[in-house]
C-alpha cells in the first residue's frame, strides 16, 4: 500500500511562488498516476493537476499556466511548482495517487480530475495566499 506525505505549503503574499512535494512510500512512485486536489472548508476538491505513468500532465482551468506538476521516480516524489500566486488559490492541497493498472480507465483527458477515482490521499498541506 503506498502512503503518500505532502509538504512545502505555507504562508505567501499574491504574486509569490511555492513548490509543493508529495513523497510516497511502501510503492515505488512509477507504478502510479498521481493527481493534486484543494479544498476550502465547505467546498468540494478541487482537481488541480495530474501526471500520469507516462509523465503526461493535466491542468484545471483555474491553474493553466501557473502551475507545473513534475515527477522524479528516483526520489520518489511529485512536486507541483507553483507561480504567479492568488488569494483564491487558499486551500488544503492534497496529492492522490491511482495504480497504473487502472489508469487507461482514469486518467484520461475527460476523468482525470474526479476525486473519488483515486485510491491513495495524503493528508494535506496548507497554502494560504495573503498580504
Known amino acids: 500500500q503506498v502512503q503518500l506525505v505532502e509538504s512545502g505549503g505555507g504562508l505567501v503574499p499574491p504574486g509569490g511562488s511555492l513548490r509543493l512535494s508529495c513523497v510516497a512510500s511502501?510503492?515505488?512512485?512509477?507504478?502510479?498516476?498521481i493527481a493534486w486536489f484543494r479544498q476550502v472548508p465547505g467546498k468540494e476538491k478541487e482537481a488541480v493537476s495530474c501526471?500520469?505513468?507516462?509523465?503526461?500532465?493535466y491542468y484545471g482551468d483555474s491553474v493553466k499556466g501557473r502551475f507545473t506538476i513534475t515527477r522524479d521516480n528516483a526520489e520518489n516524489t511529485v512536486y507541483l511548482q507553483i507561480h504567479s500566486l492568488k488569494p483564491e488559490d487558499t486551500a488544503v492541497y492534497y496529492c492522490?495517487?491511482?495504480?497504473?493498472?487502472?489508469?487507461?480507465?482514469?486518467?484520461?483527458?475527460?476523468?482525470?480530475?474526479?476525486?473519488?477515482?483515486?485510491?491513495?490521499w495524503g493528508q494535506g498541506t496548507q497554502v494560504t495566499v495573503s498580504s
Open positions: 501526471i500520469d505513468s507516462d509523465d503526461i500532465v
Open positions: 511502501g510503492a515505488t512512485l512509477a507504478s502510479y498516476a
Open positions: 492522490a495517487a491511482v495504480s497504473v493498472t487502472f489508469e487507461h480507465i482514469i486518467v484520461t483527458p475527460d476523468s482525470w480530475f474526479v476525486p473519488s477515482d483515486y485510491d491513495y
